[in-house]
């Protein structure tokens, strides 16, 4: 019943930029935090951001501190990642994920969307 929905990934030359979005149903999402955590082949999967049910407090990884953005809709149940100054190190499927009791850590949360790739080039 509940889905999770990326979508705006893509290729990218380095310095640009990319939004995400992640489209959510079947939950009331305005009263759950939404996070969005990337993996790379190989790696383990890194938290990027997370965002209250309100909207507040956000919380970045330090690897994308300065540079992304995270964001939500209540009223489209939507959250985004705007993505700037992206690097060839941010390229990594991008998932989403909503409902936990510690946004830290990734095996805490229900709910996980499919992912959406996204590539940067230098």
């Known amino acids: 019943q509940v889905q999770l929905v990326e979508s705006g990934g893509g290729l990218v030359q380095a310095g640009g930029s990319l939004r995400l979005s992640c489209a959510v149903s079947?939950?009331?999402?305005?009263?759950?935090?939404a996070s969005w955590f990337r993996q790379a082949p190989g790696k383990e999967r890194e938290f990027a951001a997370t965002?209250?049910?309100?909207?507040?407090?956000?919380f970045y990884g330090d690897s994308v501190k300065g540079r992304f953005t995270i964001s939500r809709d209540n009223a489209k149940n939507t959250v985004y990642l705007q993505m700037n100054n992206l690097k060839p190190e941010d390229t990594a499927v991008y998932y989403c994920?909503?409902?936990?009791?510690?946004?830290?850590?990734?095996?805490?949360?229900?709910?996980w969307g499919q992912g959406t790739q996204v590539t940067v080039s230098s």
């Open positions: 079947g939950m009331t999402f305005s009263e759950e935090l």
């Open positions: 965002i209250g049910p309100s909207g507040r407090p956000t």
């Open positions: 994920a909503a409902d936990t009791e510690n946004w830290r850590d990734p095996r805490a949360y229900n709910y």
